[in-house]
């Protein structure tokens, strides 16, 4: 099958049988100072090895576990900070979205729209994103099969949207368990678009911590490493300078002192398994 080819901006593709590429921010925009540090050390870090850089972080993390729990600047400001990495760091941007709405305000500042693993089946989300024209990344649900998620994939191109990036982030495994079936990535690869592993969120431990989820960090490179040996296209990975003080998943974020050794290592893997 075709490997497509996705533009994220002039000058700017990922897929198609190119290099592996990586997504990679704090979970939320917690201040304009810690996005640009994080877009900068980890895009010094991916360009160092070729490997092609996206920044993300999301404005309003709605689906938190408390409503005490922090969900972000808000779309106004959220935006502003991202529009700002963008030209200050010159990378491309990623951030989730919510509602319709969110789908359009965003579109005019984002490189990339993230439909959230638990809207993945929200019609009229996946299809408004989809028309503002800009690539997609459909994070598969929890819930879902691999081989069910072509369903969302078609809501996406019924809208006229081919530019999208599939995102596998681990199944639901009993109470506060997930678990990664690495045969999601061939599977998902089937439908020709670029697949990328959620090395982040795959290792969360839902609702663990009782009003907040929790996580096994020390989990994130092997999951990883096994996924870049698998095929993936990309890797999608939460960092932070200090993630023990991250103001939303802080348990399964990885440090951003660690991720130029966790580059190297997927690099070395994807070279052996004869990819770009």
């Given at each position: 099958?075709?490997?497509?080819?996705?533009?994220?901006?002039?000058?700017f593709?990922?897929?198609?049988?190119?290099?592996l590429?990586?997504?990679?921010?704090?979970?939320?925009?917690?201040?304009?100072?810690?996005?640009?540090?994080?877009?900068?050390?980890?895009?010094?870090?991916?360009?160092?090895?070729?490997?092609?850089?996206?920044?993300?972080?999301?404005?309003?993390?709605?689906?938190?576990?408390?409503?005490?729990?922090?969900?972000?600047p808000?779309?106004?400001?959220?935006?502003?900070?991202?529009?700002?990495?963008?030209?200050?760091?010159g990378?491309?941007?990623?951030?989730?979205v919510?509602?319709?709405?969110?789908?359009?305000?965003?579109?005019?500042?984002?490189?990339?729209?993230?439909?959230?693993?638990?809207?993945?089946?929200?019609?009229?989300?996946?299809?408004?994103?989809?028309?503002?024209?800009?690539?997609?990344?459909?994070?598969?649900?929890?819930?879902?099969?691999?081989?069910?998620?072509?369903?969302?994939?078609?809501?996406a191109?019924?809208?006229?949207?081919?530019?999208?990036?599939?995102?596998?982030?681990?199944?639901?495994?009993?109470?506060?368990?997930?678990?990664?079936?690495?045969?999601?990535?061939?599977?998902?690869?089937?439908?020709?678009?670029p697949?990328?592993?959620?090395?982040?969120?795959?290792?969360?431990?839902?609702?663990?911590?009782?009003?907040?989820?929790?996580?096994?960090?020390?989990?994130?490179?092997?999951?990883?490493?096994?996924?870049?040996?698998?095929?993936?296209?990309?890797?999608?990975?939460?960092?932070?300078?200090?993630?023990?003080?991250?103001?939303?998943?802080?348990?399964?974020?990885?440090?951003?002192?660690?991720?130029?050794?966790?580059?190297?290592?997927?690099?070395?893997?994807?070279?052996?398994?004869?990819?770009?």
């Amino acid at each position: 099958m075709d490997k497509r080819k996705i533009r994220i901006r002039e000058g700017f593709e990922v897929g198609g049988g190119g290099p592996l590429f990586l997504i990679a921010g704090p979970c939320v925009a917690e201040s304009p100072k810690l996005c640009l540090e994080v877009a900068q050390r980890a895009k010094e870090a991916a360009d160092r090895l070729g490997i092609p850089y996206i920044f993300k972080a999301s404005y309003d993390k709605a689906n938190r576990s408390s409503v005490k729990s922090y969900r972000g600047p808000g779309l106004s400001k959220g935006l502003d900070i991202l529009a700002r990495v963008r030209e200050r760091a010159g990378v491309p941007v990623l951030t989730d979205v919510h509602s319709e709405r969110e789908a359009e305000a965003a579109a005019r500042v984002a490189d990339v729209l993230q439909i959230p693993a638990f809207l993945c089946r929200q019609t009229d989300l996946i299809q408004t994103a989809a028309k503002t024209g800009k690539p997609l990344n459909l994070k598969k649900g929890q819930f879902l099969a691999p081989w069910d998620f072509r369903l969302a994939v078609e809501k996406a191109e019924a809208a006229g949207n081919r530019s999208l990036i599939l995102t596998e982030r681990g199944t639901s495994f009993g109470y506060n368990q997930l678990v990664v079936d690495m045969r999601a990535i061939p599977i998902l690869q089937e439908t020709g678009y670029p697949v990328v592993f959620d090395g982040t969120h795959s290792v969360q431990e839902p609702g663990a911590l009782g009003n907040a989820t929790g996580g096994r960090r020390d989990m994130i490179p092997v999951l990883v490493r096994a996924a870049v040996a698998a095929g993936a296209d990309g890797i999608f990975l939460e960092v932070h300078p200090k993630p023990d003080e991250a103001k939303c998943d802080a348990q399964n974020t990885l440090s951003l002192g660690d991720l130029p050794k966790l580059l190297a290592e997927i690099q070395g893997i994807r070279k052996a398994v004869g990819g770009a």
